[in-house]
């Protein structure tokens, strides 16, 4: 939990900023190259340096909750297992027998203590170790040893699940989150209950992900659902290293600006936060009984990709009530998402090759937007 005092220092900015007419600014606006969002080849550049070479928050705990469990699913082209063995340690593979490459599951979550081969029925544990064989005798001289699962880097931090696509690249998770640890330790996302998971197809990847970075839209796009909560054009912005936190203001920033602040009682009502993790999880809502977690991945085109939105509540909705509140929220944020957000992409998405614009501009308004593109960009090793 975030202390009371951090918490009031937001909603101070904020009430200022309201007060004001005012958000958190960049220094200047910025030109991003529309080739940014279409060029085929620094798409696939892009994709291999960001998400197949830095640390992803590929899964939630809570997704892998029990000792030997398991979900498998597929990133940005990668078969990946993340497992929890009995001993309760994450470990994630290349979801690829090692006899002749056959997923040894099938995508999904569930429990086990071994992994059969659909094709010839090699047997894996959860530590990804070949423990058997059929008709190993038959086969002949081979070192099961060396015939695990392929490995690949894996951390467990914050309750988050970090993977590295790239097998045998190494990385500290302390040194790539930095103070952002702390930011995502207060979400204390290992203890909440995972309602539901769902997939959402959307426009290509930056299309998508600028959405996730920005309360200009909020108004208008969204004025019939999350708008309805949030004052739009005001956010603060903070920095930590490529991960980003954003805040936005709820409506009630017009009482309490009203108010002394010894009057604002929970200061954490009047204020959002989401914590964007680069380079494609957005953890967001997380006030109260409800959250969201948003993972985009990049789909085999500069115009595809799939999100996994993850509802999570405090703890299990048991009654009716309880269910139809966190249904509410689950609906809430899939028409936001789906039907808004995503539309206005898949628009987008068509006037990019149109040539009508050579060139987006970012506001001063839109920090966080300006903050991510510098930083694909740097991973990328280039800058249009
Ligand atoms: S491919 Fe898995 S046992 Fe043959
Ligand atoms: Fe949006």
Redesign the pocket.
Known sequence: MRPMSETMDLARRAVEHYRNRTTDQAPSTYALDVSAYTDPVRYAHEVEKVFKELPLALALSIEVAEPNSYTATEVVGTPVIVTRDAEGQAHAFLNA?R????P?CANGRGEARQFS??????VYDMKGKLVSM?GGKTFGDVDPATLGLKELPCAEKAGLIWVCLTPGRTFDIDAWLGDFAYELETLDLANWYLYEQRDIEGPGWKVAWDGYLEAYHHNTLHAETVGKYTVGNLMLHDTYGPHQRIVFGRKSLKDIAELPEDQWNDPSEHIRLIHSVFPNTSVSGVVGDHCLVSQVFPGPTPDTTLTRQSIMCAKKPETNEEIAKTEGFSQLVLKAVKEEDYDIGFQIQKTLTSKANEAFVFGRNEPALQHYHDHVAKYAGARS
């Open positions: 027998c006899h002749r490459g056959a040894v081969c659909p094709y010839h029925a090699w059929y």
